[in-house]
């Protein structure tokens, strides 16, 4: 596509993501539609902005409930950080045990059938190095961004 339009899978692939999980958050009201009526629907920048903005949300902790009402400007509960160190003051062996709990949250990227890397989302890269992981692994193996079965892999 021309004039910086994108294709739904060419966002996908651009953002570390699935199909399923573009069209997942655009169900969730997290992502705008995309512009376009029928076979000529497309997206822009402005949706590869919305889903770094996303991204940085969810690494920071924030659940998708919590970021859909950052996004549609309402008041959204402290992080679990925050609830936290409330806890600690009162049982910090408490505090502790929650804490070994909530320190890590794993997440798969599907990178070509049979291969998917698995990665800590509040330490991972970037969306943009998450792409050119992807791209490098499916040159390595030889395949192409369309050889890649999408109902393999989950966000």
């Known amino acids: ?92 062996l408490a505090a502790s045990r929650r804490t070994e709990l909530a320190a890590q949250l794993w997440t798969r990227l599907p990178l070509a059938p049979g291969v998917e890397l698995h990665f800590d989302a509040t330490e991972h890269p970037t969306a943009d190095q998450l792409a050119q992981i992807r791209r490098t692994v499916r040159q390595i193996l030889g395949r192409d961004v369309d050889d890649v079965d999408e109902t393999q892999g989950s966000v």
């Open 1 to 92: 596509m021309s004039n910086g339009e994108m294709s739904l899978e060419e966002l996908a692939d651009r953002m570390g993501l699935t199909r399923r999980a573009v069209r997942f958050y655009v169900q969730r009201g997290l992502l705008p539609p995309p512009l376009g009526l029928g076979r000529g629907r497309h997206y822009d920048q402005r949706h590869v902005d919305a889903v770094r903005r996303i991204q940085e949300l969810q690494s920071a902790g924030h659940s998708l409930d919590a970021i859909g009402k950052i996004l549609a400007g309402r008041e959204v509960p402290a992080l679990v950080e925050s609830a936290e160190r409330s806890v600690a003051r009162r049982s910090p």
